[in-house]
């Protein structure tokens, strides 16, 4: 069984620039979730769906970010006028209702 | 890979040793306690996790403690092998929903544990 994938591994942007960050949970997993980890911290969480309803999206930063899970299974996080801020490694996880959350390997995004 | 190791305090131990790494958390209505592994360039593992009713979990080499009196949970490795160098964040259920239970998660900063063979 795949764990959680996430895709691009890289991505490198302009300022200025929209990008989409898209997500594939485990099979199965009912719960999708969104952070951000910057270099020597913790992942931050930004925002989480059960099935396709987003249920908290306070940890998104501002409007720029918006994420969605139309059919209620692979996600994409949005961000929209990047800024050099907005560089750092977004990383997705899955659970199976209130079990364990499992992580993907993340994107690393770079806003030049 | 990236490295999530900069900036963090670190944690030296010889190789079969036992290593005790601690973690305040904030939150005193938190229930649910987690920790989890980073290796360099890979996204966290579940290792343990521990819910409020309970002081203390054991696992395969792994003990976590929890003292809600004064917010502190601590992780215990036995035998610390070279493979359980990594860094270590301790994670608190900041909250549930009323559905599906799941809970999003608020990350302490994470400790480096160093294994010296």
């Known amino acids: 069984g795949a764990g959680v994938s996430q895709s691009p591994r890289y991505k490198v942007t302009k300022r200025g620039q929209d990008v989409a960050l898209r997500c594939d949970p485990i099979s199965g997993h009912v719960s999708l979730y969104w952070y951000r980890q910057a270099l020597g911290q913790g992942p931050e969480f930004l925002t989480y769906f059960n099935y396709e309803a987003q249920q908290d999206k306070s940890g998104l930063p501002n409007d720029r970010f918006s994420a969605e899970r139309p059919e209620g299974s692979i996600s994409t996080l949005t961000i929209q006028r990047t800024e050099q801020r907005d560089s750092a490694m977004y990383r997705c996880a899955s659970s199976f209702l209130g079990n364990e959350q499992f992580f993907g390997p993340g994107t690393r995004l770079t806003v030049l | 890979g990236e490295s999530v190791g900069l900036h963090l305090p670190t944690l030296s131990v010889q190789e079969g040793d036992n290593s005790i790494i601690n973690c305040a958390y904030s939150?005193?209505?938190?229930?649910?306690f987690i920790w989890y592994k980073q290796e360099s360039g890979k996204g966290p593992q579940f290792i343990i996790d521990?819910?409020?009713?309970?002081d203390k979990r054991q696992g395969q080499r792994v003990t976590v403690l929890l003292n809600k009196t004064v917010k502190h949970l601590s992780l215990q490795i036995a035998a610390t092998q070279p493979g359980d160098s990594a860094v270590y964040f301790c994670?608190?259920?900041?909250?549930?929903?009323?559905?599906?239970?799941?809970?999003?998660?608020?990350f302490g900063k994470g400790t480096k544990l160093s294994v010296i063979p």
């Open positions: 939150n005193s209505a938190s229930d649910y």
């Open positions: 521990i819910r409020s009713n309970m």
């Open positions: 994670a608190e259920n900041a909250g549930r929903d009323s559905g599906a239970g799941s809970y999003q998660l608020t």
